[in-house]
């Protein structure tokens, strides 16, 4: 969490911080129009676009080589992919080529129908998925629980690895993946040597390459590793078994086009439908994960200090879907492989530093032009290199991250039965069966609810996990009959849901306790209040403002029953102001102690690792923030700040003693160590002087006689006396409000106030300091609270360079600009920013 309160970086970040006018949108905002323009390629796409290429040819092959495809087929579906996908795609830096995901279901169809019926089948998936696109279908298809989705991926990529393992031992793979493992034992028993070891050294390489040390692993590592690997593999067989199988690119004037599919209509249709499925899963998949990286490496600052790559628009999915299907259609008619967006591909060219759609696109120019002339050069790779590198991607598709997270959601049960269908029935059979398990669960999970209470020091828990429906009323109606009249409890509901027969009897049981004095308390599992019934319910309560709540409970006890009241009628008569100090201090007590209470029950847990780790690291705020210690006045609600963003001063009429005020009897060097220990130890980047409006400091520096006492509270105020002479001097102008002149007097002091206080930090010497060497900033704040209304001293004021004492409005998705500083935040309808 951040705070709100702005602050200035260097000139590298300046720059990473992209201005509105460029066109940048962030992660969640709507995708802006294509730009319309010159096909522009920069020195930075030339170079992603040649290492994609330099992972892509091997990748190609090896799956070509894993469907037991034509090898041309999987170079022809490269470059329709780059060119394109990537020309007409919605996600400019995803990479499409052939799809690891379709590796089992196409060699199952090249099994079934033959090469060119499949082909045949690519051209039906690509039309399908122009059409889904053309109904805006792409948010649909990410509908699917996650646990689906990467459980049929996953196991895909068992399914891959399992038979990519006996080509690497110099066998052919069997037809299923259960057949695989069950042929396993017999090629473990006997294989010739050499293919083995060929595939062994590639494995070793693509997982050691990455992790070489040292300044030679810096320079290696800017080749790819799938390169690499392959480049030595292939040296080595060249060396050592020069008779180990090949590539074998046949002539390309024997290359096989479509023809029209033969076979059932039924078996057909499934296919298409699966070809389409899964390619389009994969590329939406892919595309939201370079949306993720692309916006990652826009907001982080390279370490070398260069400009970091100018953000790119978001993806539009429905676009991606139709020139996906575009590229698969043409890919089929030429006799390629099915075509997806791959993550591996798309990951590399959005860290080598593509930009645009160029690198994309660029990159299957490549791949034609070596499927043209750098055929002898291919045809010396090995197969079980190819194997070896497909045996990985396979690997890669079980992401452990995936399996965590699901376990985490509990719905690993889901994404197990999904990858068990994959890998023992198929692809759409393991998508079926995951759906069935998914609606099972979430059916097991809308009926079933956890009731329980608990009593701690005569205060009871009433806490509901799972959804309340009619089936759990019988059970809460006993566990809550079971609680004593007039009981004060907390009553937890941890769900989402609620249906009619259950509110009713919350309700009826809510106002039966009310009415004879009970006390109840509703929260959500993250401890905020919620509202309770409508018929009970106080108008001032808000879940979003749980210390207003203690008024309306305080209002809650004063309205009981006349009979809790004449109960206490018959005890020893009180004077009323002991009545009301007593009461005072028990409610303040109780208020104390609910809260604490609260927060352990309820906030701890959310916050307790992020606290051990600033006690393990050491604070390290970015801020100093000055402000009043008005109760009214809370900074980590109005800077959504949180436990290490600010570093926290309050005084009473926030004032800074200028340097050489203190002395020993005064104790004013409080304020000066702070600023001293922020700026020098910390090392903060910006203090910020917060006024507010009905600051009773102010309204006593107004209203103060000459012979006024000297009491500890005035000579701590006096260090607002040069604001008051500020404001009644004619050699300042006013501070005020952009469009409107301060309501009173009081408001004019509290703005004035603020500027002055600017100043008096200005003049302390660690301040100086810094502000000299540029690493530190200054910033005027008055915060409204009637109004809930921020309002920032404009740039030249705060830096004291400049003549206007202007607030600015800030309104709400305000962006602050180190170009143009405060002036740069949107002011609200009639409002003249910087007048």
């Excluded at 022809?76 to 992919?81: D, K, L, N, R």
């Excluded at 991606?320 to 075509?339: C, P, Y």
């Excluded at 398990?437 to 329980?452: C, E, F, G, N, S």
């Excluded at 409080?670 to 006024?691: K, P, Q």
Aim: net charge neutral.
């Amino acid at each position: 969490m951040s705070a709100c309160v702005p602050t200035r970086d260097d000139h590298s970040s300046r720059k990473a911080r992209p201005s509105r006018a460029s066109g940048f949108k962030r992660p969640h905002s709507p995708p802006p129009p294509p730009r319309r323009g010159r096909f522009r390629v920069s020195g930075a796409d030339l170079s992603a676009s040649i290492t994609v290429f330099l992972i892509a040819v091997p990748m190609s092959l090896g799956l070509a080589v894993a469907m037991d495809a034509p090898l041309a087929a999987g170079l022809v579906s490269a470059a329709i992919g780059g060119i394109v996908a990537g020309l007409l795609g919605g996600t400019p830096l995803q990479v499409s080529g052939p799809s690891a995901g379709l590796t089992v279901v196409t060699a199952e169809l090249i099994q079934i129908y033959g090469w060119r019926t499949t082909c045949a089948i690519t051209v039906g998936a690509g039309l399908l998925q122009i059409l889904l696109g053309s109904l805006r279908a792409a948010r649909s298809a990410l509908a699917v629980s996650p646990a689906i989705v990467h459980g049929t991926l996953a196991g895909i990529g068992v399914a891959i690895a399992l038979a990519q393992l006996h080509i690497v031992l110099g066998e052919a793979p069997q037809s299923s993946a259960l057949d695989n493992v069950l042929a396993l034992p017999a090629h473990l028993a006997q294989f010739e040597p050499a293919a083995p070891l060929i595939g062994a050294l590639t494995i070793a390489l693509l997982v050691v390459w990455p992790r070489l040390p040292g300044r030679l692993g810096a320079s290696l590592g800017r080749i790819p590793a799938a390169l690499a690997a392959v480049v030595v593999a292939t040296a080595v067989a060249a060396v050592a078994t020069p008779g180990i199988a090949r590539v074998d690119l046949p002539s390309w004037r024997s290359h096989a086009l479509p023809e029209l599919p033969q076979g059932p209509v039924a078996g057909l249709a499934a296919a298409v439908f699966t070809v389409m499925l899964v390619a389009s899963l994969e590329s939406l998949l892919a595309a939201v994960s370079v949306d993720k990286l692309a916006a990652d490496r826009s907001t982080t600052t390279p370490k070398n200090g260069s400009t970091p790559p100018p953000p790119v628009e978001r993806s539009d999915l429905d676009r991606e879907l139709r020139a996906q299907g575009v590229a698969n259609a043409l890919s089929g008619l030429a006799g390629g492989l099915a075509v997806s967006g791959g993550a591996v591909r798309s990951s590399a060219n959005v860290r080598a530093g593509a930009e645009s759609r160029a690198s994309t696109v660029m990159h299957g120019v490549w791949v034609l032009l070596a499927a043209v002339l750098l055929v002898t050069a291919l045809e010396w790779i090995p197969l079980a290199a190819l194997a070896a590198l497909v045996m990985v991607v396979g690997i890669q598709m079980v992401s452990f991250a995936h399996i965590r997270k699901v376990h985490r959601h509990r719905e690993f049960l889901v994404y197990g039965a999904t990858i068990s269908g994959v890998i023992l029935a198929g692809v759409l059979e393991g998508v079926a069966i995951g759906i069935v398990v998914a609606v099972a669960v979430a059916l097991h999970r809308l009926a079933r609810t956890r009731i329980t209470v608990t009593e701690q020091d005569g205060r009871y828990l009433v806490s509901a996990r799972g959804q309340l429906t009619f089936l759990a009323v019988p059970r809460l109606s006993r566990l809550l009959g079971r609680l004593p009249h007039g009981v004060d409890a907390v009553v937890e509901l941890d769900g989402f849901f609620m249906d009619h027969a259950a509110y009713e009897t919350i309700q009826d049981w809510y106002a039966a306790q009310t009415a004879m004095g009970g006390r109840i308390e509703f929260t959500g599992r993250s401890g905020g209040r919620i509202a309770e019934p409508a018929s009970a319910a106080h108008s001032c309560c808000r879940p979003w403002t749980p210390w207003r709540n203690h008024h309306c409970h305080d209002r809650a006890q004063d309205a009981r029953p006349t009979t809790a009241v004449a109960a206490t009628q018959t005890a020893p008569e009180t004077p009323p102001t002991d009545r009301a100090a007593s009461s005072r201090h028990r409610h303040g007590a109780h208020r104390l102690l609910s809260g604490l209470s609260s927060f352990q029950r309820t906030t701890a847990p959310l916050v307790r690792e992020e606290l051990a780790r600033l006690a393990a690291e050491g604070q390290r705020p970015s801020q100093l923030f000055l402000t009043c210690a008005d109760s009214r006045l809370v900074t980590s609600m109005i800077t959504a700040s949180g436990p290490g963003d600010l570093f926290t001063v309050r005084n009473v009429g926030n004032l800074v003693p200028p340097p050489g005020t203190g002395d020993e009897s005064s104790n004013d060097d409080s304020v000066a160590a702070a600023i001293e220990y922020a700026v020098d130890v910390l090392e903060v980047e910006s203090i910020t002087v917060c006024g507010h409006s009905g600051c009773g400091a102010m309204q006593a520096l107004l209203g103060a006689a000459p012979d006024t006492p000297r009491t500890p509270l005035w000579r701590w105020l006096r260090h607002g006396l040069p604001s008051l002479e500020r404001m009644r001097s004619r050699h300042h102008s006013w501070a005020r409000i952009a469009g409107r002149l301060p309501t009173d007097a009081i408001e004019q002091l509290c703005l004035t106030n603020v500027v002055q206080q600017l100043e008096h930090l200005r003049a302390h010497e660690s301040v100086a300091r810094r502000l000299a060497a540029g690493t530190l900033q200054l910033h005027g704040m008055y915060f409204h609270v009637g109004e809930a209304q921020a309002y920032l001293l404009t740039e030249g004021a705060s830096s004291g360079t400049g003549p206007d004492e202007v607030f600015v409005r800030v309104a709400p998705g305000a962006e602050w600009s180190a170009e143009s500083g405060a002036e740069a935040l949107h002011a609200a309808p009639g409002t003249t920013v910087g007048a």
